[in-house]
């Protein structure tokens, strides 16, 4: 059973940082692009990031450029998501993605097939 879970979420003051994590089980994804999703109260899912299969290519929406982090560590199965100077406005939940074998990275939500149940991220004002 393949499954994606996320940590590190919580509640943090403006200003502040998290570092989230997604860790994959079931079958490897060291072959697929990564991403990073979020929604938040009363708003679509949006893209956040994503990282190629490598983690030599990364892609960022420009809400979170300069800002947030995406890497992976393809020995552990696992993907992060460094958040730094957060505003109320991140306030969302995160979801992680898998995207399809020897694929590019996307923005796109429907190049991903799996995801993870989602981390709730609170920030204070």
């Known amino acids: 059973q393949v499954q994606l879970v996320e940590s590190g979420g919580g509640l943090v003051q403006a200003g502040g940082s998290l570092r989230l994590s997604c860790t994959a089980s079931?079958?490897?994804?060291?072959?697929?692009?990564m991403a990073w999703f979020r929604q938040g109260p009363g708003t679509e899912r949006e893209f956040v990031a994503a990282v190629s299969r490598g983690g030599g290519s990364t892609s960022y929406a420009d809400s979170v450029k300069g800002r947030f982090t995406i890497s992976r560590d393809n020995a552990k199965n696992t993907v992060y998501l460094q958040m730094n100077s957060l505003k109320p406005e991140d306030t969302a939940v995160y979801y992680c993605?898998?995207?399809?074998?020897?694929?590019?990275?996307?923005?796109?939500?429907?190049?991903?097939?799996?995801w993870g149940q989602g981390t709730q991220v609170t920030v204070s004002s």
């Open positions: 993605a898998a995207g399809r074998t020897f694929r590019s990275v996307s923005g796109s939500a429907d190049q991903y097939d799996y």
């Open positions: 079931g079958r490897t994804f060291s072959y697929n692009p």
